[in-house]
């Protein structure tokens, strides 16, 4: 009998639109490979995406944004015990937010400087660091409200308008290097480190226009750094990946500048369009989008059948 996965994209982020089509990616390449597959489209109704999800073997969750990356359809497939692709609710709660994973994996990479604001009446009060800076969401995808601010005008004016929509924000130094990604997919049960991703952007950095515009961003691949750095990040990254919890698939972004890797976030729900950056990084080492899809279900089943194994040893 075939495995029934249902793939879930949509949501109700502003990242709606990216899982739609990631999730139709993967809808067509589970097709190809073999699966009975269906689209689930989430509009905010969790009864509704419960009852829709019972008859499915998997979840294959493509939701990006809140309730997609921040343990929230995690914890309420977790709940109801229905299996589901990639980190747990713990995970995925932690790296959503990037004050939390920040203070979780300082020791073991460089962070560019950093505060964290919840109101106004604190930016008078706290450090900033030297300008220019990136201000930016605390829990956000897609570097949604993200901006480089060179004056104290700037800085003001973004640091509001970040705390009126999200309640919280971070102001970062501003790394001048090469903007680099690296993806980590579980192969047979190994998490391996794929090809570095160096991106350049033709904008001022790799913004949400940037990440889903043909033509705005040049991959280069594998991202022109000495080797002893690619080593150097490959296994930097899987150690944040391994400490974290994460699984199945994730991404590693930072900035490589005068021979420092610094860690700006972990992606545990990576972008599955034709414009995303896994893919591509996977596509690098000879592996079809098909491959990706395939290792990722893989993984996901066999930690199905471990927790179905486990069930069964224990006592009544």
């Not at 493509?62 to 914890?75: A, K, N, R, S, V």
């Not at 903007?179 to 997919?185: D, H």
């Not at 949400?208 to 296994?235: H, N, S, W």
């Not at 610094?262 to 079809?288: C, H, Q, R, W």
């Amino acid at each position: 009998m075939k495995v029934r996965i249902a793939v879930v994209c949509g949501g109700t982020s502003r990242e709606r639109e990216v899982s739609l089509r990631s999730g139709k990616n993967v809808y067509d390449a589970l097709i190809k490979v073999g699966y009975e597959v269906a689209m689930v489209v989430y509009n905010g109704d969790p009864t509704r995406l419960l009852k829709e999800l019972e008859s499915f073997d998997l979840a294959f969750i493509l939701l990006h944004g809140t309730f997609g990356e921040d343990g929230g359809i995690q914890f309420l497939l977790e709940s109801f015990d229905i299996p589901y692709t990639c980190s747990d609710p713990y995970t995925s709660a932690v790296c959503f937010d990037k004050l939390i994973t920040y203070r979780l994996v300082k020791d073991l990479v460089d962070i560019p400087e950093y505060t964290h604001l919840e109101s106004m009446d604190q930016l008078d009060k706290v450090k900033i660091p030297e300008f220019p800076v990136v201000v930016k969401p605390r829990r956000e995808g897609s570097s949604i409200g993200v901006k480089i601010c060179r004056t104290p005008a700037d800085l003001r004016d973004h640091v509001e308008s970040v705390l009126d929509t999200y309640g919280s924000a971070i102001i970062q130094k501003y790394i001048e290097g090469q903007e680099i990604t690296v993806s980590i997919l579980e192969i047979d049960g190994v998490p391996t480190v794929l090809p570095i991703l160096e991106l350049r952007p033709r904008r001022e950095f790799y913004d949400y226009i940037a990440k889903y515009t043909p033509g705005m961003t040049e991959f280069v691949l594998p991202a022109e750094i000495p080797d002893d750095a690619t080593r150097m990040v490959k296994e930097t990254a899987l150690r944040i990946y391994r400490y974290l919890g994460c699984r199945d698939m994730a991404r590693v972004d930072g900035i490589y500048s005068d021979g420092i890797f610094y860690f700006l976030e972990v992606n545990t729900i990576p972008g599955m369009t034709e414009l995303s950056d896994l893919p591509a990084s996977a596509k690098a080492m000879g592996m079809s989008f098909e491959d990706v899809v395939s290792c990722v279900v893989r993984s996901a089943l066999r930690r199905k059948e471990v927790r179905k194994w486990k069930s069964s040893m224990e006592l009544p």
